[in-house]
């Protein structure tokens, strides 16, 4: 049978693609070189990844992070210090 | 005999981390920390919140660094304790949302032989890119928990499937409806900000 437009968005936004065999998968990519609707549906499923990335990769301030680094190794090393157990690093 | 479990990190950098290595522990802190922080903003903490929580999470895999076994990544480690430590900051904040709403949706918009009744618009159809991720911000923000940070980790921070799937404690098929929930939920959500939008130029 021949795969639907249903069958074809689901398998791509869940990336189930591989569970089709072979024969299918070859279908599949058949449908979406001629289905209008479903080479739109992938290629918004891939906007939005990149517009995500976009969103969210904003760059952090280098001063900041460092001074969080800071914060938490001075952190763990007192806490380390603090604790009774011998299992502490030796100095 | 058992099979020896399959070490995925670099065994001389777990070896470091087993012993507390302090360099090989401040180079994990310095390697992660980035990925953490955006994370941690991606699944909607503030800036100074994210911080918080990122500072609890490598101070408390630190602690427990002897435990650390090789069995996965660092940052599958890290990820995983973040996001423990993340919905119980959101505990009772949060609407849990388990509504399977967007499945209807999508059914919806095919056919009853599963051909689209109502295609997709295509990608450029919404407006100008800044705008665009802006509203995908907002959408993002109304996507229950679980979804988000399945889209997150594997759009965002580029985890493999089998990745978010130690991380989030899931099988590769509720991955796959996670992502699929979460991708529809988002294409649907702009979609309609996009039309809305459209409107308002028009006025």
Known sequence: MMPTCEEIARLLASEQLEQAGPVRRLLIRLHLLICDGCGRYARELEALGETARDALRVPLDPER?????????ERAAREDSGGTSGSAVAP | MAAMPKMIEDPSRTQGIRVRDPEILQAVVKANLPMLLRAARGAGLSEDRAEDVVQETLLTFLA?????DG?????TWLYGILLKKI???FEGVRRAQETEEIDQVVEARFSDTGRWAQPPRGPDAGGDRERVRGWLLECLDGLPDRRRQAFVLREVEGLSTEEVCKVLEVSPNNLGVLLFRARNGLRECLETKGLRGRHDADL
């Open chain 2, 87 to 89: 919905s119980r900051a």
């Open chain 2, 71 to 75: 069995r996965a990544r660092v940052r």
């Open chain 2, 64 to 68: 427990r660094a002897e435990e650390f």
């Open chain 1, 65 to 73: 992070l460092e001074a969080l680094e800071r914060t938490i190794l």
